[in-house]
T-cell receptor, first 115, second 111 residues
């Protein structure tokens, strides 16, 4: 358990509304990531953070923004939700594993449905 | 480009052995990871390889050949609870620890 929580766990919203998903970690990890997971596409990186106020884009960042104002929280915002953003969103942190490697550990996920 | 290939689905029998293959083409290589994901749940870390050869962890083993861009996950003494998706992921170059994931292999274990 890497001490990661996500909220909300489920959300239904309408097209055009803003949505913010929260990822919270309790163990002071530097790196945090947001992924989406869709059938046939696997996990795709949206944005990641390498420190407070330090963020960068992943492969599917269009339509998403992020903020990290403190170490423990990484927020993902859909400024104007579209049906194509219906997905399962996972947050992850990076921590050193048993073999000394940096390993990503995932939060429980948020299921988002955009109608 | 960057590409990771895995079979989409596999079926195996309880008590048997199954091998899930993964081939990759990435710009830079800094380790290969296997994750297990049960339906409706988050991926959980299974194994890591960065050098060629076999890493064994209980019933699960993972193999890597960097020259061939190839890995496999070997599951022995299959149990019904091993029914899940298995995700292969490669960490490329750079210091950001970013992973590139394959689309996953859905394994169904039958009695």
């Amino acid at each position: 358990d890497a001490g990661i929580t996500q909220s909300p766990r489920h959300k239904v919203t309408e097209t055009g509304t803003p949505v913010t998903l929260r990822c919270h970690q309790t163990e002071n990890h530097r790196y945090m990531y947001w992924y989406r997971q869709d059938p046939g596409h696997g996990l795709r990186l949206i944005h990641y953070s390498y420190g407070v106020k330090d963020t960068d884009k992943g492969e599917v960042s269009d339509g998403y923004s992020v903020s990290r104002s403190k170490t423990e929280d990484f927020l993902l915002t859909l400024e104007s939700a579209t049906s194509s953003q219906t997905s399962v969103y996972f947050c992850a942190i990076s921590d050193r594993g048993r073999q000394g490697q940096e390993t990503q550990y995932f939060g429980p996920g948020t299921r988002l449905l955009v109608l | 480009g960057q590409n990771i290939d895995q079979p989409t689905e596999m079926t195996a029998t309880e008590g048997a052995i199954v091998q899930i293959n993964c081939t990759y083409q990435t710009s830079g290589f800094n380790g290969l990871f296997w994750y297990q994901q049960h339906a409706g749940e988050a991926p959980t870390f299974l194994s890591y390889n960065v050098l060629d050869g076999l890493e064994e962890k209980g019933r699960f083993s993972s193999f890597l050949s960097r020259s061939k861009g190839y890995s496999y996950l070997l599951l022995k003494e299959l149990q019904m609870k091993d029914s899940a998706s298995y995700l292969c992921a490669v960490r490329g170059g750079g210091a950001t620890n970013k992973l590139i994931f394959g689309t996953g292999t859905l394994l169904a274990v039958q009695p």
